[in-house]
């Protein structure tokens, strides 16, 4: 007979087969940070094709908080326009997706019996995109999904914000064709985009220059920028320079302004343009994992926030002075 220390632990896994619920921040309207609560719903159960993950980390991306405060943020006279269809499309009253977070990070708990890639155990991370769903202990994704196997020299919270944030200022960057010793500025440097663009166009050889504030000017000379301009106190279209890329990591160069710093053939990307709106793909995913393995790529963490803070963690974002990456750990008990 097993001790009574065996009976009890065996008794805690009998109990963990059988628990049919979790824990997640549910979204109950549109509106400012309060409205994320923290709820029991049921716990999702893979599909033949599908794995069972458990999250160990999330983000607070800027897709979550538009969605959460419905503002698509295409500009004030887009917006206007596209609000109504967006209602359709999100949801009238609050988001047809209740349960938020774009990026994540964590084990495999469970696999479909259909699936081939991964196994129980696996460490990865993902981008579920607009199906949402991360800020919650349990998730269901496709194999096929943008889901790969954790660069194993980092960390869980480290590898959440590559899954999406990562891949944006990849496939931007890689559209824009760039050259070795092209020159590339980098607007909005600091932020979680932008942290990743910097590293990613120094990988493919260009002369980096990054626009930021002067509390970050530190930050992005760590990340390898060979130039650094303060946009509070210099404004980079009047000083005669001129570049191949300009990529606007927060959408906020005036359209005014854009082709002003631009050589006659140079091209402006806008991480946030609606015409430049990119499908994630596991491929890229695969690229970054390799860059993070080879010491190529890192993410800046702002703060973390423990699942239970996360109106805190959405307020602080919602300052829109963040420094790369906003982080949300996942508890489990068990």
């Given amino acids: 007979m097993p001790s009574n220390k065996k009976s009890n632990v065996y008794l805690k896994i009998i109990k963990l087969m059988m628990v049919k619920e979790m824990k997640a921040i549910v979204c109950t309207k549109y509106g400012p940070p309060e409205v994320l609560v923290l709820k029991e719903v049921e716990k999702p159960t893979p599909k033949d094709n599908e794995v069972l993950i458990k999250i160990i980390a999330t983000t607070v991306h800027i897709g979550d908080t538009k969605v959460r405060r419905f503002e698509p943020g295409m500009g004030p006279i887009k917006d206007f326009f596209f609000k109504p269809v967006m209602r359709i499309i999100l949801g009238f009253r609050r988001p047809r997706k209740k349960i938020l977070g774009m990026e994540l990070a964590g084990e495999i708990e469970a696999v479909g019996k259909g699936v081939t890639k991964f196994k129980i155990g696996d460490a990865v991370f993902a981008s579920t995109e607009f199906k949402f769903g991360a800020y919650a202990q349990y998730i269901c994704m496709p194999e096929g999904g943008v889901l790969a196997i954790k660069p194993t020299n980092i960390s869980y919270e480290e590898a959440a914000p590559v899954s999406n944030g990562g891949i944006t200022a990849l496939v931007h960057l890689r559209k824009a064709n760039i050259q070795k010793g092209q020159k590339v500025l980098i607007y909005g440097a600091s932020g ?43 404004d980079f279209t009047l000083n005669d320079e001129t570049y191949d890329v300009i990529y606007d990591a927060v959408a906020k160069i005036p359209s005014s302004k854009r082709k002003k710093s631009l050589k006659k053939s140079g091209l402006y990307k806008s991480a946030h343009d609606v015409s430049g709106n990119i499908k994630l793909k596991v491929d890229d995913l695969l690229i970054l994992k ?34 790369g990456n906003v982080v949300v750990t996942i508890p489990h008990d068990n």
């Fill in 290 to 323: 390799e860059m993070c393995e080879a010491g190529k790529l890192r993410t800046v963490i702002d703060n973390v926030y423990p699942m239970a803070e996360i109106v805190e963690a959405h307020r602080y974002v919602d300052k829109g002075h963040k420094k």
């Fill in 192 to 234: 979680s985009v932008g942290t990743y663009a910097i590293q990613i166009a120094k990988h493919y050889g260009a002369e980096v220059t990054a626009v930021c504030s002067t509390t970050n000017i530190d930050l992005v000379k760590a990340l390898g920028a060979d130039n650094l301009i303060d946009y509070t106190q210099e």
